[in-house]
């Protein structure tokens, strides 16, 4: 709901259990006043500090009022040049050399419905009573126009921003820098939680401290990266999982990123986020309009549970789109890890026959089924069926797999070219480099200008060629390097600062294709595992495989991460092979596969190597997945424990929105003789409700006050406990 009050001038916009506010003030300024917990009412601005600080410059129209500063002012959209000192929301080169805005409102309106971003991801409102608040800014000397939208998705508990710039002026104006969001906090002491990490080990929470100064961190890579995710926490410093203030954003977006968490000089924080500035530079013609991505904002006063569940709803119902989005996935085998480039169908049926007798429903073909592909130092980027591998091309194979009760899906890697491939040799300058300097390798590949419409129509043609060739009804859409020597022959000199923007709308294009014309095909996002896991992506590829690393124990901490923000139906997760390809560390089979029940579930390994033991608890962890996708998919998922901390074992559990079922997993960390026995505290059940476990009925409030005894187990054992309501 959006409350306008026309006496205070104050615009509120409620969500189920929050509110956010921002006032109009005398000047035309736009203030922000509150976010947090929900508000019957009140002109929060009563908050707001007015004093004569020294050094915080005053607009003009301020007259002798030194208490009035831009410096001091929470602001909702924060101006540049003109006397706010932290961090700009948008920053532009005007034509006379000037770089100021001073924001002032101009309008707003009330719509119904939520705001859509033309060829852009964003939360939509299918089933909510969703509304838009447009609030118009503009900078009068210039003539720039921002429009703030704000989508207000009341039963989700979020709030989306996004920003439309439009150059009402006469003169051509660059953009250097156009922020999603802008949040400013009042003092207090903060912490922020941001999700850092690395290749193979994606999504490490990085929590600290808010000091003065500003903190960001970011992407420069192109895509959102594996090094740090497009999501951002600041929360009370006392905030953990089941109590306090928490503030999370998440940019809808996939490519280069930033993420700046200030602390002021007087103890405020300002949050900004958005497409990161480095080389960003976007010519607005006048009349011209330009799109920022969306952020979506969370707020929760219960902690961090609360909040990333609310995060996963939003995004499992309403940023996940097509067939598959709310639909049990199939349980898939892919061969990567099992055969790497060396397989021909053959090969590839014997893993699926095996498979097929155990339960597993989708035999997917990974890298090198095409080309000269029979390394990563060649084929990318000429997507015809390798006839040596697969004789008569993908029809046949499908056939055979189908014809084991199997689906057939497919990996791709369409953004790349080899230099060794007959795309490159007949078109060196679709891929992306500066002409007169050697290109920048990253796995023997380059990227292709996706810019180019030339570039993007063969892609298009060839994945629909593919996928029209056989009954795939899966792909695995890959990407494996960042982009560097960012420099497109469709592009003239003072608009090459567009590039890495526009690549990110060429892959959005290419993935609303699939969309449109092949809703019935799954996409599993993937970018070397986890390195393009972002909101972004997740529009247009209901899951992601989280990680290369397949290791049951690096997978607890990558899994944990992840859930901060994303659902575990987007989360790819497989049972792989010991010793770990990545790790060379051994698990029980058993415990891989309580690990991978917490995402889509999956195998990556030949199953034809496995001993009949390991075969059969494998045709359990099927049986039983079939049986608890849904608790896992569509529940409230609760982190029990931190694996980043050392700890007896480590917990995680998902519970139904009924509270009627509930699966609790927990791996045992490192043994030692004589051990001690912890208990395990359980969380999200109906306190009232009684539970039944292995035969015995316990207490929704006695297995979360009193716990459970666990079991002793081997080291790295794992145990899985399926509760359900009497
Ligand atoms: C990186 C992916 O993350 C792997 O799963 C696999 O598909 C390889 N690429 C194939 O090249």
Redesign the pocket.
């Known amino acids: 709901m959006i409350q306008f009050d026309k006496q205070t001038n104050t615009l509120t916009l409620h969500t189920a259990h929050t509110s956010y506010q921002m006032k109009v003030d005398e000047k035309g300024v736009l203030l922000h006043t509150y976010y947090g917990k929900r508000l019957r009412k009140g002109d929060l601005s009563r908050l707001i500090c007015h004093e004569d600080r020294g050094f915080s410059p005053n607009p003009y129209e301020a007259g002798t009022d030194r208490t009035y500063s831009l410096d001091t002012l929470p602001q909702e959209y924060s101006t540049c040049n003109v006397g706010d000192f932290r961090p700009t929301s948008l920053e532009a080169d005007f034509a006379d050399g000037s770089v100021a805005v001073d924001w002032r409102y101009v309008t707003h309106h009330i719509l119904h419905g939520k705001y859509t971003i033309p060829g852009q991801p964003s939360f939509y409102d299918e089933g909510l009573t969703a509304e838009t608040l447009e609030m118009v800014l503009k900078d009068a000397h210039t003539g720039l126009e921002v429009t703030l939208l704000y989508g207000i998705l009341e039963e989700l508990d979020l709030i989306t921003r996004a920003v439309r710039v439009h150059n009402g002026g006469e003169t051509p104006v660059a953009l250097t820098r156009v922020m999603s969001l802008c949040l400013d906090f009042p003092a207090g002491k903060r912490d922020y939680i941001t999700l850092g990490g690395a290749y193979a080990r994606e999504r490490e929470p990085v929590r600290a401290h808010l000091t003065q100064g500003t903190h960001s961190v970011g992407s420069v890579r192109g895509t959102s990266s594996h090094q740090s995710n497009p999501f951002v926490v600041v929360c009370d410093p006392d905030t953990n999982e089941d109590h306090g203030s928490c503030w999370g954003a998440a940019l809808v977006y996939s490519g280069n990123h930033l993420i700046e968490v200030t602390g002021t000089q007087f103890d405020e924080t300002r949050l900004i986020m958005g497409i990161h500035p480095f080389h960003f530079r976007w010519q607005l013609e006048p009349g011209d309009t330009f799109h920022t991505p969306e952020v979506a904002m969370v707020y929760s006063h219960q902690g961090l549970t609360d909040l990333s569940q609310k995060f996963h709803r939003g995004i499992r119902l309403n940023l996940c789109r097509g067939t598959w989005k709310d639909e049990r996935r199939p349980i898939l085998i892919?061969n990567?890890e099992a055969t790497y480039f060396q397989f021909d169908a053959d090969k590839i049926v014997s893993i699926a026959q095996t498979a097929s007798q155990v339960g597993v429903e989708m035999m997917v073909m990974?890298?090198?089924w095409f080309g000269k592909r029979n390394d990563?130092f060649a084929g990318l980027g000429d997507w015809n069926v390798n006839e040596h591998k697969l004789p008569g091309g993908l029809a046949p194979l499908a056939e055979r797999i189908n014809a084991l009760g199997m689906k057939f899906g497919l990996?791709v890697?369409p953004e790349m070219v080899n230099e060794d491939s007959d795309l490159y040799r007949a078109h060196p300058d679709w891929a992306l480099q500066i002409p007169g300097r050697k290109p920048t390798r990253g796995r023997s590949q380059l990227v292709l200008d996706l810019t180019r419409a030339e570039v993007r129509e063969y892609i298009k043609d060839n994945l629909r060629r593919t996928l029209n060739s056989a009954n795939i009804v899966y792909i695995?859409w890959?990407m494996?390097r960042s982009l560097t020597d960012v420099w497109s022959m469709g592009l003239p000199a003072q608009r090459q600062g567009e590039l890495y923007h526009r690549y990110v709308l060429g892959v959005y294009e290419i993935l609303e294709m699939l969309h449109q014309e092949f809703p019935h095909i799954l996409i599993e996002g993937?970018?070397?595992?986890g390195g393009r896991f972002d909101c972004g992506m997740l529009y247009y590829s209901p899951q992601f495989?989280c990680s290369?690393n397949t290791d049951a124990l690096d997978r607890l901490r990558i899994q944990y991460g992840t859930s901060f923000c994303y659902p575990c139906s987007a989360v790819g997760a497989h049972v792989s092979a010991v010793p770990n390809h990545q790790t060379g560390r051994e698990t029980p089979m058993h415990t891989r596969g309580v690990v991978a029940t917490g995402g889509t579930f999956g195998y990556?390994l030949d199953l034809n190597k496995l001993s009949q033991d390991d075969l059969d608890e494998v045709a359990g962890q099927i049986a039983q997945f079939k049986e608890d996708w849904e608790v896992v998919m569509r529940g409230d998922y609760y982190r029990l424990t931190n694996p980043f901390e050392p700890g007896y074992y480590q917990a995680w559990m998902h519970v139904s929105q009924e509270k009627d079922v509930a699966l609790v997993s927990v791996v045992m960390g490192e043994t030692h003789a004589n051990p001690i026995r912890p208990l395990l505290y359980l969380k999200g059940l109906n306190p009232q409700e009684d539970y039944e476990l292995d035969g015995q009925v316990y207490g929704g409030d006695e297995l979360m006050s009193g716990g459970l005894a666990l079991p002793v187990q081997k080291e790295h054992g794992a145990v899985q406990y399926k509760l359900t309501r009497v």
Do not use: P, Q, R, T
């Not at 993937?526 to 595992?529: A, D, E, F, I, V």
């Open positions: 892919n990567w990974d890298d090198g990563d990996w890697e695995k890959d494996n993937c970018s070397g595992g495989w290369d990556e």
